[in-house]
């Protein structure tokens, strides 16, 4: 994520963060002002990707129309993502990312920091948001309005599904690419979550891991597929009900914002009509933005033009001066 706010490039580097529960989580850390530059509450933010996505999602998202203040922002891996340990005990609930998130948060000396999340990131941001609403001083969503539901009666199907697709996992054949571009390449192509492909390249390296395949003549050939847990590829064992998300959302009391794409996920707008009564407590500002869901990365500067005019505004708000 660039940051730069004056002629000085920001501070880079890959950082590792190692949990109680075993988990090795890796992020990227932007930081300006200098190495020893303190950023405010409302200037650090933890920052959550999306589903099969990593830390990169962030890269592009420039924030340096923040004003010359220092700026500080960590970008997770989550667990099972990029370059992050996957889950022994299996369990990918999104419940987890968020005690994962605020592990990170204790570790890097945070009381209060903002977040800011894409997709399945913006869900962990939400629920982190109302879970640990005395900590967080802005909480913004982009092509998010909270974690996907089912309904009660459905679960026991899902359920099922889960355990159907856990058994046949063994025997799914991981993907396989040649090349550093052929990976990039099938990502450009993924339907309606695909990317251009300057994205492409800034997204795809980070999720890889280099395999070998033994080819019919026996020659062992050296390629790459996906570093992604392969439970992550399968329907998860637990849903949430819209009850169980309201009494999370609820509980928000920071300055809220959700940038949401034209042709992203389409039925965000439902869901934005339905849960804004839930979030009676604090200010929220809706974005409308030209765009598919990945416009964060597409069109950064645009999306970082609503973002950081979003946050200058929030300066005056008693809750974002925690």
Not at 28 to 55: C, E, I, M, V
Not at 56 to 83: C, K, N, W, Y
């Amino acid at each position: 994520m660039t940051t730069n706010t004056n002629n000085t490039a920001p501070i880079f580097q890959e950082r590792t963060f190692e949990l109680a529960n075993g988990i090795v989580l890796a992020a990227k850390h932007w930081k300006t002002g200098g190495p020893s530059a303190q950023a405010r509450d409302t200037r650090r933010f933890l920052a959550f990707h999306g589903y099969l996505d990593n830390a990169s999602t962030f890269d592009l998202l420039m924030l340096q129309q923040l004003g010359p203040e220092p700026v500080e922002i960590v970008a997770l891996d989550f667990a099972g993502h990029g370059r992050s340990s996957h889950r022994q005990t299996e369990d990918y609930s999104i419940w987890r990312y968020t005690e994962d998130a605020v592990h990170v948060a204790n570790g890097l000396g945070w009381d209060k920091h903002a977040v800011i999340g894409h997709s399945m990131g913006g869900a962990v941001a939400s629920m982190y948001s109302g879970l640990f609403n005395s900590r967080v001083t802005l909480c913004i969503l982009l092509d998010n309005f909270g974690p996907f539901t089912r309904l009660v009666e459905d679960q026991p199907d899902h359920l099922l599904e889960h355990i159907e697709q856990k058994k046949n996992l063994p025997n799914k054949q991981l993907p396989f690419h040649p090349t550093i571009e052929s990976a990039v390449l099938a990502r450009n192509k993924n339907g309606a979550y695909g990317l251009d492909l300057p994205s492409s390249w800034v997204l795809v390296p980070r999720g890889l891991r280099s395999i070998e395949r033994t080819e019919a003549d026996g020659n062992i050939v050296q390629g790459w597929t996906w570093s992604t847990d392969q439970l992550l590829t399968i329907r998860s064992a637990q849903s949430l009900t819209e009850e169980y998300v309201q009494s999370f959302m609820t509980r928000i009391g920071c300055p809220f914002l959700a940038v949401l794409a034209s042709q992203g996920i389409q039925k965000m707008r439902y869901m934005v009509d339905d849960r804004l009564p839930w979030l009676h407590q604090t200010n929220v500002t809706i974005r409308d933005v030209d765009g598919n869901h990945h416009v964060h990365m597409e069109d950064a500067p645009m999306v970082a033009g609503h973002v950081c005019s979003w946050i200058l505004t929030q300066d005056s708000n008693p809750v974002a001066r925690l």
